[in-house]
Every structure is written in C-alpha cells, then in structure tokens.
C-alpha cells in the first residue's frame, strides 16, 4: 500500500495558524482575569503570563509570515496609516505586562505624522520590538516617529537596559540572506524584521532596520525606516 505524502511545512504552518488564533483567545482571556483580580502576587504572575503568551504569539506570526514569503504569498495591503493610533494600539496590547513591571513609556509622535504600510505586518514587528525592549529594559522606553519627504519615515524604541550585545549588533547589519538562522530567536526575529522592512519599497528605496546602542535612555535603540 502507498504511503501518502505530506507537505510537512504546510501542516506545521495550518497548525501554526490554529495555535495562533486560540492563543489569541487566551490572551484575551487572561487580559479580561487581570482586570478582575486584585493587586499581589496573582496579577504579577498574570502579567508574567500574559506576557510570555505575547512573546509565543510573535514567535507564531513570524513563521507563518516566513512561510507564507517562501511561497511566494506574503500579503503586502498598503494603505496610509497614522502612527500616533498604531502605537497607541500597540502598548495597550501590552499595558498588563508595562503596569506589573512598573515600565514607564513616553513618546514623541506628531499627530499628524502617517505613513503608507501594511498595517498588519508592521503592527508585528514593531510590537516584537516592544516586547523584547520590555524585556531587557530597566523601567523606560520612549518611542519616537520622525517624518522626512526624501528620508522617509522612522520609527525608533529606545529603553534604558545594558544594550544590545555585539554579535546581534553585528548580525543587525548583515544582509537579509547572511542571517545565521541557527541562533534561534535572535536570528529568525531579525530576518523576520528584514524581510518586513524590505517589502515595503517606493520610488527605487527599500525599508530598512538599525540596532544601536547609547541611545535617548542610555540603552538599546531598534529602528525602523520605511521609504
């Protein structure tokens, strides 16, 4: 009898986009349970929880969105946005984990600033972006939105943590195509954030993302640039 071959990529990638939309549930679920909960140690290990949640939901997104672009089907709906309402939608997403830790964020967005992306797919990035600057940050991060007609439009994270190490510094500046996958989140987060970057191109210019250090708050600074 024949055995029946299996696209093994393609059920990982539907299961992975099963597990994606019940996690969302759950976030859901533990954002509703936090509000209900008093003040001690149950909410600090919710937003622990909901916290790691978030990070397992990123680490799903970004393989679909690799898969999808390895078949050639990375959806790219471009449309004007404004940033102010983008981020403001994106640290309420992670307000339980940035109340427990006591984090405080300022930003520097004019109103009026927008942009033309994908809203779903820079939505993903740039909400990474917080979650590992939540991660490694002290208690700050200040977000800053600069608009210039021949530059672009640049979106920078800055905390007040120890930085990021050299070798991801290193691997930040290496084109998309040398990116050692083998250093596990590291290497798939910023190919992820490369390939992000780069789909969104105008008039002959790509996206693009920096890492730096000693930045507004001393630590590490992540930024993207979209022409």
Same mark, same amino acid.
């Given at each position: &009898?024949t055995? @029946?071959?299996? +696209?093994?990529?393609a059920?990982?990638?539907s299961?992975?986009?099963? &597990?994606k =939309?019940s996690?969302?549930?759950?976030?859901?679920l533990i954002?509703e349970?936090?509000?209900q909960?008093p003040?001690g140690?149950?909410? #600090?290990?919710?937003a622990?929880v909901?916290?790691?949640?978030?990070r397992?939901?990123?680490?799903?997104i970004?393989?679909?969105?690799?898969y999808?672009?390895?078949?050639?089907a990375? @959806?790219?709906? /471009? !449309? #004007?946005h404004?940033w102010?309402? /983008?981020?403001e939608e994106?640290l309420l =997403?992670?307000?339980?984990?940035?109340?427990?830790? *006591?984090?405080? /964020?300022?930003?520097?967005? !004019? #109103?009026?600033?927008?942009?033309?992306?994908d809203?779903?797919?820079i939505?993903? $990035?740039?909400n990474?972006?917080?979650?590992?600057?939540?991660?490694?940050?002290?208690? %700050?991060l200040f977000?800053?939105?600069?608009? +210039?007609?021949?530059? *672009?439009?640049q979106?920078?994270?800055?905390?007040n943590?120890?930085?990021?190490? =050299?070798?991801?510094?290193?691997?930040?500046? &290496? @084109?998309?195509q040398?990116?050692d &996958?083998?250093?596990g989140r590291?290497?798939?987060?910023?190919?992820?954030a490369?390939?992000?970057?780069?789909?969104h191109?105008? =008039?002959? %210019?790509?996206?693009?993302i920096?890492? %730096?250090n000693?930045?507004? $708050?001393g630590?590490?600074?992540?930024?993207?640039?979209? @022409?």
């Amino acid at each position: &009898m024949t055995q @029946p071959t299996f +696209d093994f990529s393609a059920i990982l990638a539907s299961s992975a986009h099963d &597990m994606k =939309n019940s996690l969302c549930l759950l976030i859901q679920l533990i954002e509703e349970v936090s509000e209900q909960v008093p003040q001690g140690s149950a909410t #600090e290990n919710m937003a622990k929880v909901h916290y790691e949640a978030q990070r397992i939901n990123s680490g799903l997104i970004q393989l679909l969105t690799l898969y999808r672009d390895q078949q050639g089907a990375l @959806p790219l709906n /471009v !449309d #004007e946005h404004h940033w102010d309402e /983008v981020l403001e939608e994106l640290l309420l =997403n992670n307000e339980v984990y940035l109340e427990q830790r *006591g984090i405080s /964020v300022t930003t520097d967005i !004019d #109103e009026s600033a927008a942009g033309y992306f994908d809203k779903d797919l820079i939505s993903h $990035l740039l909400n990474d972006v917080i979650i590992n600057a939540m991660r490694y940050t002290a208690d %700050k991060l200040f977000i800053t939105v600069t608009v +210039d007609e021949n530059k *672009g439009c640049q979106i920078s994270v800055h905390d007040n943590g120890d930085g990021f190490p =050299n070798d991801m510094l290193k691997q930040a500046q &290496m @084109p998309m195509q040398q990116l050692d &996958m083998k250093k596990g989140r590291t290497g798939l987060g910023l190919y992820f954030a490369h390939l992000i970057a780069e789909a969104h191109q105008r =008039n002959d %210019k790509k996206g693009f993302i920096e890492l %730096k250090n000693n930045g507004h $708050l001393g630590g590490g600074v992540f930024s993207l640039t979209l @022409p």
